[in-house]
């Protein structure tokens, strides 16, 4: 298959086109438009005859047309991602996940291209910390955020146009994402980084929030496997039973760098933080018999601190910024 990858040159993005070019003979066209969260060195050394770079924004009709002509497959990970970022300025979330989404669907019905849509377990809403319950693909949408809301929306789209329009679609819905190329505002490089600075970790409230985390390389197996083998119309929830509060994960980034288990600070909370994310991947499971392969939280977690400490020349150039923003919002 030849399969546009928009959002490619960020966190999950270029982690799945890695994945592809290593473990099938796929070829593949990365559409982004570097903004802040792309960087293009996450694409550097993959191989010219089966890798093409498209700088540009999805929510152009006229790019996005010419490139679904050339393609047999879209897997569509283009957006704004960060919470926090959707509080101080919802209009880019907008954009680019609910026009970019639409502008892309709109392509995808005029040329009948396969499509497979990214989405978050943030459009369920949350749980609450001492609920036995997890996500499963019936439950009831109910976002908090702008991020979560406009990524539901995204998702709606979707599955009116495969109703309405037949557009051959599927959508996944994944938990917290951890492993290399991630963007130093989120939660795990943030705390890897300020450690590497010197600088003491920022646990947002009282640290108990919880989220399920998984290996970014299972999240790229998962959409691998709904791309080939997933039933049209269908949503899978992926997630790797990966459940930590914020603070254990914060103790288990201090002891593999050597710190004490309470060297960190407590700051503002988020707005609306939601308490907790916790799926249930089932239907993923045992309808196309996906399983993760990142068992070992703690060590897939001593692997990603070890990215960051080899590669500062990386994340280095965004870390003053980032924390700029974070210091004025008293984060
Ligand atoms: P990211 O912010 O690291 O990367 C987003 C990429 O999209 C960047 O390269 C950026 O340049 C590009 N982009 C933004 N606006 C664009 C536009 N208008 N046109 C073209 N490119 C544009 O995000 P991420 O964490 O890699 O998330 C990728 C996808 O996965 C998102 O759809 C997100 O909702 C979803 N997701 C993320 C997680 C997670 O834990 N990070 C979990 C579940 C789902
Ligand atoms: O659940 C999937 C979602 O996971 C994705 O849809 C989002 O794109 C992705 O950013 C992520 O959202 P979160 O809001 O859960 O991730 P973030 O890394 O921003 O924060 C994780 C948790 O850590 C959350 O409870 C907030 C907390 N936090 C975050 C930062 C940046 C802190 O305590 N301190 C911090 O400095």
């Keep these: 298959m030849k399969i546009l990858v928009t959002g490619g040159a960020g966190f999950i993005g270029s982690n799945f086109v890695h994945f592809v070019l290593e473990n099938t003979e796929h070829s ?20 010219d005859d089966r890798f093409a770079f498209v700088k540009g924004d999805i929510a152009d009709a006229e790019l996005v047309d010419g490139l679904f002509t050339e393609h047999d497959a879209v897997v569509h990970y283009a957006a704004e991602s960060h919470n926090d970022n959707s509080l101080s300025d ?30 978050t377990d943030e459009v369920y809403g949350d749980l609450e910390l001492d609920d036995p319950a997890r996500f499963t693909e019936s439950t009831p949408y109910n976002p908090s955020s702008p991020y979560s809301s406009t990524k539901a929306g995204s998702d709606l789209l979707v599955r009116a ?9 599927t959508i996944s819905n994944c938990s917290n994402n951890y492993g290399p ?30 989220r399920d985390w998984i290996h ?26 990966g459940e930590k509060n914020n603070k254990q994960v914060v103790e288990l980034i201090l002891a593999e760098l050597g710190q004490p288990s309470d060297a960190y600070d407590l700051v503002a909370d988020r707005p609306g933080h939601d308490l907790r994310y916790a799926i249930d991947s089932t239907k993923l499971r045992s309808e196309l018999g996906w399983m993760p392969r990142y068992g070992d939280f703690a060590a897939g977690l001593a692997a990603t601190i070890q990215w960051y400490r080899d590669h500062e020349n990386w994340w280095g150039p965004q870390k003053a ?8 919002q008293g984060q």
């Design 90 to 119: 919802p209009s880019p979330f907008v954009h680019t996940n609910l026009v970019g989404t639409f502008t892309l669907l709109e392509a995808a019905r005029r040329h009948g291209i396969r499509f497979h849509h990214i989405s």
């Design 181 to 210: 190329y991630q963007h130093v505002e989120k939660f795990i490089p943030r705390q890897i980084t300020n450690v590497l600075r010197g600088e003491r970790p920022k646990l947002y409230g009282t640290g108990e929030n919880v």
């Design 216 to 241: 970014a390389d299972d999240h790229s197996s998962a959409v691998l496997t709904i791309l080939e083998k997933g039933r049209i119309g269908e949503t899978y929830l992926i997630g790797a039973d």
């Design 161 to 169: 146009w495969v109703r309405s329009f037949g557009v051959e679609a």
């Design 28 to 47: 593949v066209t990365v559409l982004d438009k570097l903004t802040y969260a792309g960087n293009r060195a996450s694409l550097d050394g993959l191989p």
């Design 321 to 328: 910024a980032t924390e700029d923003r974070y210091r004025a």
